[in-house]
């Protein structure tokens, strides 16, 4: 049996003997182990000392395994201090904030001084954080033990049998088993632990304050001191609790057994417990500094290892001076009355939520590509700026089936109060007004419809008007893709605008590209047929061809592809060969500023035939906003000059106006015909023939005595409310339906397209 005994000592040894501790624990197990075998040591010893060979061979092992492990346990204190040195230097927290490295040495000086300390700060500020800096300093984790107490992982009553438990297990972690430990869990029992607890701390049962002095005896007789930790103590929601723990911590203190708090103070107020009652249970109060925005997005970038090209630390910098002043502007508010500032003065960003954002950010530029342009990516950073730094503003849009929703409030009536200055001041004043005008501004919503002058022609409103409906409502999409995955990020028109490019413009025979091009329209006589259950503005009065030219700018088109798109369009549309109000229509909406498709235009117009008088009847808007684009194109390309131009505009009668500006045109041609030298530039040469024949395609048009007629199966309509009467006409023709169900159904898509 003494053989077993040396046999196992020599494997204690082994694997749990560290010379640099306490040697306690070594000397309970040595005498356990004497007392089991004591009743077999006569015989054994007996039988050891016949044989001095086994004998020194036994003590040689043991003295052979102390002694390894003892220079082991030597070699490995060695380098652990090395290591700790090494980490001594700056380079030891890369994770931390300068201005927290300043925190944590001034937490360490008042850790030296003091036996209690509250971290005063607000969540998510980095509390947590700057202490597992602590517990990792070299002279902390070489001196104390650290007994660490999350409230939120246990039930609130079970904190103060928790900190013992912890406390019990760092006593018998020393070597040490404590007597007491059992009664003060006795004292701790849930079913009488109030009572208990008060005896503890008033003394009212001699017992009870025996056992605690005792046990923490026992805590100031380890080798290794000990701090306790409380993380987020403002967290626990029953006071008596938290008083509870401040009165049996104070009693627990000492130099050798520190207390360390965690908490917000404004928090702990609205418990009641002010600085006042805190002065005596917390006498030590340190405030971490506060970090401003731009520290942290640094900091979390380099952190996180962010690549710069794909989220740069610039775009992130919703807050600089110049971003928000840009929607002050468009606000036509003061700064200080702007709602984008009051909303924005009001955020309360943390390390903690600022590297949410940012994580959540590059989850969706690495799951989308369509979020990584320079436009969208933006729209992205804003949103996840009001989930995750402002959510009470970022629930009233999540909330809504549509974020258009809030916008309806803006966009009809009570928006058109902003254009009056007088009621402005009144429609702010409402704070959920405020609120609402805050989001959408910050969201790069445009509320307020652009200045425009009674002398702009139809067209440019119209664009204006057009571009700022696509704009909200492509915002609208982006932003549901952004909360709900579900959806698309795109609107109707740029999906079909994409197919376009991709299916039809990309073949070069017009055959194949028409094909496509029925294909994608399909039955819809818009191009605003539903995709993923959304629909999308409509437009009345457009063709196929007018429509996708005239949402172009939602996915522009090459020169390349709009001259295929044209030639198309004229290829398969209805009067080939002919200025009619179709074309009109179509090409006023094309890039005519730009030499290739300008070129285009005009050599098909330069072989067209004359079939009436757009200047009467219906046709007149659309060929006013056709000669405007005209003329702007002639003037950008030199083909009149900017005096002439300006000279003609003075003309209040557009025939003669228009007559009087193709004529200019004809003039420059020549003009440019006499000074460049085309004989060897067949192409300028047709250039300019084309140029001539198409002004006197136009000249004759706006002199022809025939009007032009419209076609009325050519346009349907936005909707009923607006187009009414022309519905209840298309109607009255239809009061007979035959019972042929194929009659009915195409009945049904005749309603439809109406």
Request: with cysteine; net charge neutral; aromatic share 10%.
């Given at each position: 049996?003494l053989l077993?005994?040396?046999v196992?000592?020599s494997?204690y040894?082994?694997l749990?003997?560290?010379?640099?501790?306490s040697?306690?624990t070594?000397?309970a197990?040595v005498?356990?182990?004497?007392?089991?075998?004591?009743?077999?040591w006569p015989?054994?010893?007996d039988?050891?000392?016949?044989?001095g060979?086994?004998?020194?061979?036994?003590?040689?092992?043991?003295?052979?395994?102390?002694?390894c492990?003892?220079?082991?346990?030597?070699?490995?204190?060695?380098?652990?201090?090395?290591?700790w040195q090494?980490?001594?230097i700056?380079e030891?927290?890369p994770?931390l904030?300068?201005?927290?490295k300043?925190?944590l040495q001034?937490l360490?000086?008042?850790?030296?001084?003091?036996?209690?300390i509250?971290?005063?700060?607000?969540?998510?500020m980095?509390k947590?954080f700057?202490?597992?800096?602590?517990k990792?300093?070299?002279?902390i984790?070489?001196?104390?033990?650290?007994?660490?107490?999350?409230v939120?992982?246990?039930?609130v009553?079970?904190?103060?049998?928790?900190?013992?438990h912890?406390?019990?297990?760092?006593?018998?972690?020393?070597?040490?088993?404590?007597l007491q430990s059992?009664?003060?869990?006795v004292?701790c029992?849930?079913?009488?632990?109030?009572r208990?607890?008060?005896n503890?701390i008033f003394?009212?049962?001699?017992?009870s304050?025996?056992?605690?002095?005792?046990f923490?005896k026992?805590?100031?007789c380890?080798h290794?001191?000990v701090?306790?930790?409380?993380?987020?103590?403002?967290?626990?929601?029953?006071?008596?609790?938290?008083?509870q723990i401040?009165?049996?911590n104070?009693l627990?203190s000492?130099?050798?057994i520190?207390?360390?708090y965690q908490?917000?103070?404004?928090?702990?107020?609205?418990?009641?417990?002010?600085?006042?009652?805190?002065e005596?249970y917390?006498?030590?109060h340190?405030?971490?500094?506060?970090?401003?925005?731009?520290e942290?997005i640094?900091m979390?970038?380099?952190?996180?290892k962010v690549?710069e090209?794909?989220l740069?630390?610039?775009d992130?910098m919703?807050?600089?001076?110049?971003?928000?002043?840009e929607?002050?502007?468009q606000?036509?508010?003061?700064w200080?009355d702007?709602p984008?500032?009051?909303?924005?003065?009001?955020?309360?960003?943390?390390?903690?939520?600022i590297?949410?954002?940012i994580e959540?950010?590059?989850i969706f530029l690495?799951?989308?590509?369509f979020y990584?342009?320079?436009?969208?990516k933006?729209l992205?950073?804003?949103?996840?700026?009001l989930k995750?730094?402002?959510?009470?503003?970022?629930d009233?849009?999540?909330s809504f089936d549509?974020?258009?929703?809030?916008?309806r409030?803006?966009?009809e009536d009570?928006?058109?109060?902003?254009?009056?200055?007088?009621?402005q001041?009144a429609?702010?004043?409402?704070?959920?007004?405020k609120?609402?005008v805050?989001i959408?501004?910050?969201?790069?919503?445009?509320l307020?419809?652009?200045?425009?002058r009674?002398?702009d022609?139809?067209?440019r409103?119209h664009?204006?008007n057009?571009?700022?409906?696509?704009?909200?409502?492509?915002?609208?999409?982006?932003?549901?893709h952004?909360?709900?995955?579900?959806?698309?990020?795109?609107?109707?028109?740029e999906?079909?605008l994409?197919?376009?490019k991709?299916?039809?413009l990309?073949k070069?025979?017009?055959d194949?590209?028409?094909?496509a091009?029925k294909?994608?329209?399909?039955?819809?006589y818009?191009l605003?047929?539903?995709?993923?259950?959304?629909?999308t503005?409509?437009?009345?009065?457009?063709?196929?061809f007018?429509d996708?030219?005239?949402?172009?700018f939602?996915?522009p088109?090459?020169?390349?592809?709009e001259?295929?798109?044209l030639?198309?369009f004229?290829?398969?549309?209805?009067?080939?060969g002919?200025l009619?109000?179709e074309?009109?229509?179509v090409?006023?909406?094309?890039?005519?500023?730009?030499?290739?498709?300008?070129?285009?235009?005009?050599?098909?117009?330069a072989?067209?035939?004359?079939?009436?008088?757009?200047l009467?009847?219906v046709?007149?808007?659309?060929?006013?906003?056709?000669?405007?684009?005209?003329?702007?194109?002639?003037?950008?390309l030199?083909y009149?000059?900017?005096?002439?131009?300006?000279?003609?505009q003075?003309?209040?009668d557009?025939?003669?106006?228009?007559?009087?500006f193709?004529?200019?045109?004809?003039?420059?041609?020549d003009?440019l015909?006499?000074?460049i030298?085309?004989?060897?530039?067949?192409?300028?040469?047709?250039?300019?023939?084309?140029?001539?024949?198409?002004?006197?395609c136009?000249?004759?048009?706006?002199?022809?005595v025939?009007a032009?007629?419209?076609?009325?199966?050519?346009?349907s309509?936005?909707?009923?409310?607006e187009?009414d009467?022309e519905?209840?006409?298309f109607?009255?023709?239809?009061?007979e339906?035959s019972?042929?169900?194929?009659?009915?159904k195409?009945?049904?898509?005749?309603?439809?397209?109406?």
């Open positions: 049996m077993l005994f040396i196992l000592f494997v040894l082994i749990e003997y560290d010379p640099i501790r040697g306690k070594t000397i197990f005498v356990a182990l004497l007392i089991f075998f004591v009743p077999t015989t054994d010893v039988t050891l000392l016949q044989s060979e086994v004998k020194a061979k036994l003590i040689g092992l043991v003295g052979a395994v102390f002694f492990k003892l220079f082991y346990g030597i070699y490995r204190s060695i380098r652990r201090q090395e290591s090494r980490y001594q700056d030891q927290y994770e904030f300068k201005k927290r300043r925190d001034r360490k000086k008042l850790f030296e001084a003091v036996d209690i509250g971290i005063n700060a607000s969540w998510g980095g947590t700057l202490l597992s800096y602590f990792r300093e070299p002279d984790s070489r001196q104390y033990y650290v007994v660490e107490i999350s939120l992982t246990c039930k009553d079970q904190l103060i049998p928790v900190l013992f912890d406390l019990d297990q760092v006593l018998k972690k020393d070597g040490i088993l404590s059992e009664s003060i869990k004292l029992d849930s079913q009488k632990g109030i208990s607890i008060i503890i003394g009212s049962t001699e017992g304050a025996q056992a605690l002095l005792a923490k026992n805590l100031e380890m290794k001191k701090v306790i930790i409380y993380e987020d103590l403002d967290r626990v929601d029953d006071v008596k609790i938290i008083k401040l009165s049996i104070l627990l000492s130099s050798r520190k207390i360390i908490y917000d103070d404004e928090r702990m107020k609205q418990f009641g417990i002010g600085m006042d009652y805190l005596k917390i006498p030590h340190m405030k971490l500094t506060e970090l401003d925005f731009e942290i640094m979390n970038l380099d952190e996180l690549d090209h794909i740069d630390r610039s992130l919703i807050l600089s001076r110049g971003e928000i002043l929607i002050v502007l606000e036509n508010c003061d200080h702007s984008v500032q009051s909303m924005l003065a009001i955020a309360e960003y943390t390390p903690r939520n590297r949410f954002w959540e950010i590059l690495s799951a989308y590509s990584r342009e320079a436009d969208n933006k992205l950073i804003r949103l996840l700026y995750h730094i402002l959510p009470d503003y970022y009233k849009i999540s549509a974020i258009s929703q809030i916008l409030l803006e966009r009570r928006m058109q109060s902003l254009n009056n200055p007088e009621k001041e429609f702010i004043s409402d704070e959920h007004n609120e609402c805050a959408l501004d910050f969201l790069g919503y445009q307020h419809p652009p200045m425009k009674e002398t022609p139809e067209i409103k664009r204006e057009e571009k700022r409906e696509e704009h909200n409502l492509r915002l609208d999409r982006i932003y549901h952004i909360i709900m995955a579900g959806g698309h990020p795109q609107t109707n028109r999906t079909i994409a197919k376009i991709k299916e039809v990309s070069d025979d017009i194949e590209q028409y094909r091009w294909e994608i329209v399909g039955q819809s818009y605003n047929q539903h995709i993923d259950g959304y629909t503005i409509n437009y009345f009065g457009h063709s196929y007018e996708t030219l005239d949402a172009a939602l996915v088109f090459s020169e390349e592809e001259c295929k798109f030639r198309l004229e290829a398969k549309r209805r009067n080939s002919s009619d109000l074309y009109i229509r090409v006023l909406h094309a890039s005519m500023n730009k030499n290739e498709v300008f070129s285009l235009i005009v050599s098909q117009m072989h067209f035939k004359v079939i009436g008088n757009f009467s009847g046709s007149e808007g659309s060929f006013n906003d056709f000669m405007y684009i005209f003329s702007l194109a002639c003037r950008k030199r009149i000059t900017y005096s002439d131009y300006d000279f003609i003075l003309e209040p557009l025939k003669h106006k228009y007559l009087a193709l004529e200019a045109v004809k003039k420059r041609i003009f015909e006499e000074t030298d085309t004989s060897d530039q067949p192409r300028t040469k047709e250039l300019f023939s084309n140029v001539r024949s198409a002004c006197d136009l000249a004759d048009s706006v002199q022809d025939r032009i007629r419209y076609d009325p199966v050519r346009v309509f936005s909707s009923v409310s187009q009467k519905l209840e006409q109607l009255s023709k239809k009061k339906v019972n042929d169900p194929a009659a009915k195409h009945f049904k898509e005749e309603v439809l397209r109406a």
